[in-house]
């Protein structure tokens, strides 16, 4: 039987999300914002977070499948959906749920930048350093952790375990 064992508790995340929050806002000044929000696994944390801001923010969302079902990158990534909206002229922050290899982020970082944003950030929830392939740069990390897999609050295996409301790691 898969256990999961407790990471951060919903009390921790929201602690944390509120921090984020504030210095997003603090960085903009009182500029709008939009909030591009990585499909599916950072759903959670995106609603939270934008709630977290301040002022003028839109939202748009971005599919991206990466992994096939396992608990490793395939270091393809697919883009399923793509912007509603153009980002030209406008202050944009990626929400991802977590940096891995980091390929994911290096890819979207590139495809959004030709797009003409005024800046564009990157807000990740989990930050996991040891296992990155590609340098990418994470402007706003709500923990680093070590190079465990981890579930919960939007992140998945195999798509189960999302609704979970805190994050933990996976123990097969
Ligand atoms: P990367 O391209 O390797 O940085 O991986 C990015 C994507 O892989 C994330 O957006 C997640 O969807 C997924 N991923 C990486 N590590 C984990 C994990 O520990 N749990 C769940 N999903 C993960
Ligand atoms: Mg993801």
Redesign the pocket.
Known sequence: MPTIRPLYTEAQIAHRIKELGAQIRKDHGDAPITFIG?L???FMFLADLVRAVDGDATIEFLG?A??HGG?H?S?V?QITQDLRSSIEGRHCVLV????????????LLRMLEVRGPKSLRVA?L?D?PE???VE?RVDYAGFT?PN????GYG???GELYRNLPFIGV?QP
């Open positions: 990585v599916k696994g950072s991206v990466s992994y608990t990158s270091g990534v991802e749920d977590i940096v891995d290899t980091g390929l994911t982020m290096d890819y990740s989990l996991k296992n990155r392939e990418v952790i465990e897999f981890v579930v992140l998945d295996l996976y």
